[in-house]
């Protein structure tokens, strides 16, 4: 539940206030307090929300906002609220950390739709921290502004540029390209062209101080996404690079769920496959160790048979979850068949494999998923030695696999 602190006098604005708030399911808190008071609430009540009215009396407004961003509280929207048609330090109150300002003169049904579109652009504005932005522009003064207007818009995430040869060098860094169509030694085509042809998936906006659009035209069809044009207007660019950033997570949310499993999220069997080639491809490269393991329900078909489908899905998602929460973070699993699961191990030997494919056999063992009818799996697990490839390591695991199911099952074979 979100919790909400109102700062405001009036008892009139916090009934509005509390309802909308309310009707929203979050909790609403309010309180006259002045200055140091306020952060402490906000630290001691884990607040998520702050509505400070600008209004109220003895307590000056650009110190209560210093002492909130000594606290570092990065998930705290604030939001002033006013009665007037201009306040005075706008600017210095988004730059201390203000989302935005509203006026008190709204009704309750435009309140909640307001406070609902804070909450999704703050959403937004937390998966925008994890993108990474890398801006190329030879001129200091360009690059300075957009600092600015990016900082002043909570996009820290970002590094600029004046050389080509040096952003080149580190454009693998990035999701998000702000470049510059004239630079002094490399043309600004040039590389949208390098980053478009290594990275098709990533997002590049054209920076142009000539709004011609022939060049503009040839820069899109090259492989920008966007474009503006310099000198820039802060709200249209800022409008535009967020607009991008959607359109980005949003492909990479399909594309991630292109190679998922629809049931268990796990990887799915072509995706994971893949995977196992490029693992190996690695591997002769660096002369690491890998390790894979193959899985497999015993007795699957019996559990379907007797308790439906149904019972069956719930068995395969209890012990993904046994999978999900026993393979490392490193540890690559997915869903080779209907019951039989793959997990890839990079850095990883025989017997660090076999420990870890014990572990999930002993967890699966131990729970009870189906009263007085004991599910366990078994497992093959093979090591990659010189003279395999992707398909024989796979191939061996399962081969191990069968083994383990022809000896009695609920076993680990190498």
């Known amino acids: 539940m979100k919790n909400v602190l109102h700062i405001e006098s009036s008892k009139v604005i916090r009934k509005i206030f509390s309802s909308a708030i309310n009707s929203l399911g979050w909790n609403y808190l309010y309180s006259v307090e002045k200055t140091k008071e306020i952060s402490e609430i906000v630290k001691e009540r884990d607040i998520n929300f702050l509505i400070i009215s600008y209004e109220t009396e003895g307590m000056e407004l650009i110190d209560v906002l210093k002492e909130l961003k000594k606290i570092n509280k990065k998930d705290l929207v604030i939001i002033i609220s006013t009665t007037k048609e201009e306040i005075a330090y706008k600017k210095d109150m988004f730059e201390l950390g203000v989302m935005d300002v509203l006026h008190k003169d709204m009704t309750y049904e435009e309140l909640v739709l307001y406070l609902k579109k804070i909450m999704e ?5 937390k998966q925008y921290r994890g993108i990474k932005i890398g801006m190329l522009d030879d001129s200091a003064i360009a690059l300075n502004i957009a600092k600015s207007v990016l900082t002043l818009n909570k996009f820290y995430n970002v590094d600029y540029y004046k050389d080509e040869n040096e952003f080149l060098d ?20 040039t590389i949208i062209s390098n980053i478009r042809e290594k990275y098709p998936e990533k997002k590049i906006i054209l920076i142009s101080g000539m709004g011609n659009p022939e060049n503009i035209s040839n820069a899109l069809q090259i492989g920008a996404n966007d474009y503006v044009i310099k000198p820039f207007n802060p709200m249209l660019f800022i409008a535009r690079l967020r607009v991008t ?18 049931m268990t999220k796990l990887y799915n069997h072509q995706y994971i496959y893949e995977r196992v080639k490029s693992e190996v491809s690695e591997v002769n490269r660096y002369k690491n160790k890998l390790s894979v393991i193959m899985f497999d329900i015993d007795d699957f078909k ?29 540890d690559i699993a997915g869903r080779y068949g209907g019951d039989e699961f793959l997990i890839i191990l990079p850095n ?8 870890i494919a014990y572990r999930i056999r002993k967890a699966v063992e131990n729970i009870m998923i ?7 799996i078994s497992g093959g697990v093979a090591e990659y030695k010189e003279g395999l490839n992707d398909i024989s390591l796979v191939n061996l695991a399962d081969e191990r696999l069968y083994k383990a199911k022809n000896s009695g099952k609920n076993k680990i074979v190498k």
């Open 348 to 355: 990883t030997d025989e017997e660090g494999a076999v420990a």
């Open 302 to 330: 019996s559990v379907n048979d007797k308790y439906g489908h149904q019972m069956g899905d719930i068995v395969i998602k209890e012990i993904v979850g046994i999978i999900k929460n026993l393979k490392r973070d490193c």
């Open 170 to 189: 580190n454009i693998s860094k990035y999701d998000i390209y702000l470049v510059d169509l004239i630079l002094p030694k490399i043309s600004g085509m």
């Open 245 to 262: 950033i959607r359109d980005y997570m949003l492909t990479k949310e399909l594309k991630n769920l292109a190679l998922r499993d629809a």
């Open 370 to 376: 189906i009263t007085d009818e004991k599910i366990t």
């Open 121 to 125: 652009l703050s959403s937004l504005e």
